[in-house]
């Protein structure tokens, strides 16, 4: 099927004004479904790929709205997404449907986007379809792999980590000095294997329905003050003063607390790690006038220049050259911090200069505030 | 008087090692291996509160979670799920399902301490 079939022929009257002006392409060798209707739902154009997606046929269609048509599942979803892009006349999801012939599972992308006239005027959507269920299929496999995976590790970090801990505390009897020293550092490189298992399998989840926040309402200070004790005695070896100064009130907030952890971890371990010996790392909560508490991890150690302070962020960047560093880490800590609280509807603030010291905020919605709805925009979008 | 915990894990050493933390805080411990055997001991000793392993084999945490808020002698324990793998909006299913909360492996023995006392003798 050549451009001038379906610009010619399959196009009604409506759907001439709106491509009439615009560059030809030759729709019918484009892979992707694309089908277009115009402001009052008509469809004007649809091509090849879009028919065999939408079990539809052209001759069937053209001239008729969507709703008039009797067809499978994803003609439904796409009548959804047009309405639920109405106003802006854009947006994009992928819809799990059933393929009415054989009952196959497929996952399409459904994409929308305004058409507009010779005039620049909005005159209709433009949607485009992608069977994206082989990479769908190959995410999924690779969820499931690290999920295992990451069961397989933490199972017997557990042990090792129980163990350790228990007899730190000297729960199996008095320790001999050197003892102590060896069981401390089993416990530090027990929590580094653990940060690491967290960093691979968020690595890999990062754009899967795995990473949206599991939202519960927990008591953000008493997080705070145990994702601390992790660091004490890394703080403690190298004179440093890791404090906590939180809010005496309650500070409930509706998040994802392994995910919170993580963040906060990430950003105390790295305000420890570029302390200068004898520093001060403070972690502090205030509650603002908008209901919502922020959180601040800040350090009197390296700082960063501002120039970098948009690229700390960036996956895998370090300030620091990889061959000649001092200070280890993989590079995805503050990606993480960011990602992490994107994902709650907020962002992360840095204020920080060369040899000033760093201060990183970030904001949660207190949860007698917080919408109920099980989104990410449900944990509160927040300004900063 | 003594508290009991009942640990529903498939995994040996994490049974030692979460009873070890349990008992130096005062706390009794049964333990189970599988769901079936766990359900039966939750009738049978009626702990103060339950910690739930995911992973298992048989029935796994969800469908023992299931059998124990359906059945009225096991209902009112308060379960808290424990897992090391990643679950899609895990705690929210288990708190829908009915358990008191949720945490991840490996835990910090304080915190699973404090996550007991804060449930146990809670009948839900």
Same mark, same amino acid.
């Given at each position: 099927?050549?451009? *001038? %079939?379906?610009?010619?022929?399959?196009?009604?009257?409506?759907?001439?004004?709106?491509?009439?002006?615009?560059?030809?392409?030759?729709?019918? *060798?484009?892979?992707?479904?694309?089908?277009?209707?115009?402001?009052?739902?008509?469809?004007?154009?649809?091509?090849?790929?879009?028919?065999?997606?939408?079990?539809?046929?052209?001759?069937?269609?053209?001239?008729?709205?969507?709703?008039?048509?009797?067809?499978?599942?994803?003609?439904?979803?796409? &009548?959804?997404?047009?309405?639920?892009?109405?106003?802006?006349?854009?947006?994009?999801?992928?819809?799990?449907?059933?393929?009415?012939?054989?009952?196959?599972? /497929?996952?399409?992308?459904?994409?929308?986007?305004?058409?507009?006239?010779?005039?620049? &005027?909005?005159?209709?959507?433009?949607?485009?379809?992608?069977?994206?269920?082989?990479?769908?299929?190959?995410?999924?496999?690779?969820?499931?792999? $690290?999920?295992?995976?990451?069961?397989?590790?933490?199972?017997?970090?557990?042990?090792?980590?129980?163990?350790?801990?228990?007899?730190?505390?000297?729960?199996?009897?008095?320790?001999?000095?050197?003892?102590?020293?060896?069981?401390?550092?089993?416990?530090?490189?027990?929590?580094?294997?653990?940060?690491?298992?967290?960093?691979?399998?968020?690595?890999?989840?990062?754009?899967?329905?795995?990473?949206?926040?599991?939202?519960?309402?927990?008591?953000?200070?008493?997080?705070?003050?145990?994702?601390?004790?992790?660091?004490?005695?890394? *703080?403690?070896?190298?004179?440093?003063?890791?404090?906590?100064?939180?809010?005496?009130?309650?500070?409930?907030?509706?998040?994802?607390?392994?995910?919170?952890?993580?963040?906060?971890?990430?950003?105390?371990?790295?305000?420890?790690?570029?302390?200068?010996?004898?520093?001060?790392?403070? %972690?502090?909560?205030?509650?603002?006038?908008?209901?919502? %508490?922020?959180?601040?991890?800040?350090?009197?150690?390296?700082?960063?220049?501002?120039?970098?302070?948009?690229?700390?962020?960036?996956?895998?960047?370090?300030?620091?050259?990889?061959?000649?560093?001092?200070?280890?880490?993989?590079? $995805?800590?503050?990606?993480? %911090?960011?990602?992490?609280?994107?994902?709650?509807?907020?962002?992360?603030?840095?204020?920080? &200069?060369?040899?000033?010291?760093?201060?990183?905020?970030?904001?949660?919605?207190? *949860?007698?505030?917080?919408?109920?709805?099980?989104?990410?925009?449900?944990?509160?979008? /927040?300004?900063? | 008087?003594?508290?009991?915990?009942?640990?529903?894990?498939?995994? @040996?050493?994490?049974?030692?090692?979460?009873?070890?933390?349990?008992?130096?805080?005062?706390?009794?411990?049964?333990?189970?291996?599988?769901?079936?055997?766990?359900?039966? @001991?939750?009738?049978?000793?009626?702990?103060?509160?339950?910690?739930?392993?995911?992973?298992?084999?048989?029935?796994?945490?969800?469908?023992?979670?299931?059998?124990?808020?359906?059945?009225?002698?096991?209902?009112?324990?308060?379960?808290?799920?424990?897992?090391?793998?990643?679950?899609?909006?895990?705690?929210?299913?288990?708190?829908?399902?009915?358990?008191?909360?949720?945490?991840? @492996?490996?835990?910090?023995?304080?915190?699973?301490?404090?996550?007991?006392?804060?449930?146990?003798?809670?009948?839900?």
């Amino acid at each position: 099927m050549n451009a *001038a %079939v379906i610009a010619d022929s399959e196009c009604s009257a409506s759907a001439r004004s709106l491509v009439d002006d615009r560059p030809r392409t030759d729709l019918g *060798a484009i892979q992707d479904g694309v089908l277009m209707v115009d402001a009052h739902g008509v469809v004007a154009l649809v091509n090849a790929a879009a028919e065999e997606l939408l079990e539809i046929s052209t001759i069937a269609t053209l001239g008729r709205t969507l709703g008039e048509l009797a067809a499978g599942e994803l003609l439904a979803a796409v &009548r959804a997404e047009l309405a639920l892009a109405a106003p802006r006349r854009s947006g994009a999801h992928v819809v799990e449907v059933h393929r009415s012939v054989d009952q196959a599972l /497929l996952f399409v992308r459904v994409r929308v986007r305004p058409a507009r006239d010779a005039s620049g &005027r909005i005159a209709g959507s433009f949607v485009s379809l992608r069977d994206v269920t082989a990479e769908h299929k190959v995410a999924e496999r690779k969820n499931r792999y $690290l999920s295992i995976v990451a069961h397989e590790l933490r199972t017997p970090l557990t042990g090792i980590k129980t163990f350790s801990t228990m007899m730190a505390k000297g729960a199996l009897g008095a320790l001999s000095t050197p003892q102590a020293s060896v069981v401390g550092s089993i416990c530090e490189q027990v929590l580094r294997l653990e940060h690491q298992i967290d960093k691979l399998v968020h690595l890999g989840t990062l754009d899967s329905d795995e990473f949206a926040p599991d939202l519960a309402v927990f008591e953000l200070c008493e997080l705070i003050a145990q994702s601390m004790r992790a660091f004490e005695k890394a *703080a403690t070896d190298r004179g440093i003063e890791l404090r906590a100064d939180l809010c005496a009130t309650a500070t409930p907030v509706r998040a994802d607390r392994a995910q919170i952890r993580r963040a906060l971890q990430a950003l105390v371990e790295n305000s420890v790690k570029f302390s200068r010996d004898g520093g001060h790392v403070v %972690v502090s909560s205030t509650i603002r006038d908008d209901r919502s %508490v922020e959180i601040t991890v800040a350090d009197d150690g390296a700082g960063i220049d501002p120039r970098y302070h948009a690229r700390i962020f960036e996956k895998f960047f370090q300030v620091e050259d990889p061959l000649t560093r001092h200070h280890g880490g993989s590079g $995805l800590g503050l990606f993480f %911090v960011k990602s992490i609280v994107e994902a709650h509807g907020s962002v992360v603030r840095v204020d920080s &200069r060369l040899g000033g010291g760093s201060k990183f905020s970030f904001a949660l919605r207190l *949860a007698d505030d917080a919408p109920s709805e099980h989104t990410p925009s449900g944990a509160g979008g /927040l300004p900063g | 008087m003594e508290r009991t915990v009942l640990i529903i894990e498939d995994e @040996k050493l994490i049974i030692v090692s979460t009873q070890m933390v349990l008992e130096a805080a005062g706390f009794r411990v049964e333990s189970a291996v599988n769901g079936e055997e766990g359900i039966q @001991k939750a009738k049978s000793t009626r702990p103060d509160l339950v910690l739930l392993d995911i992973m298992m084999p048989g029935i796994d945490g969800w469908e023992t979670l299931t059998r124990l808020k359906r059945d009225p002698e096991t209902s009112g324990i308060p379960v808290i799920v424990f897992t090391a793998r990643e679950h899609a909006r895990g705690h929210q299913k288990s708190t829908e399902m009915g358990a008191a909360d949720y945490f991840r @492996k490996p835990f910090e023995p304080d915190e699973l301490i404090e996550l007991v006392e804060k449930h146990i003798g809670q009948s839900v």
